[in-house]
């Protein structure tokens, strides 16, 4: 399956709870971090929570 590359870019400071959540659980705790992760319909969710706040890159 395809990979995604997923960083950080903008602090969560002042988002929704949620969204911070969904961060946590993506695996982004600081600025500029980057995690790759299986390209699925679960992660695809994930980053249209919190899409203002990443960029994402197909690998």
Not at 27 to 43: A, D, F, Q, R
Not at 49 to 59: A, D, I, Q, S, Y
Request: glycine share 6%.
């Amino acid at each position: 399956m395809a990979k995604v590359s997923i960083t950080l870019k903008k602090s969560p400071i002042g988002c929704l709870p949620n969204q911070r959540k969904t961060l946590k659980a993506l695996g982004l705790t600081k600025i500029n971090k980057t995690v790759e992760l299986e390209n699925n319909p679960t992660t695809q969710g994930m980053i249209r929570v919190v899409g203002h706040l990443v960029t994402v890159e197909e690998k």
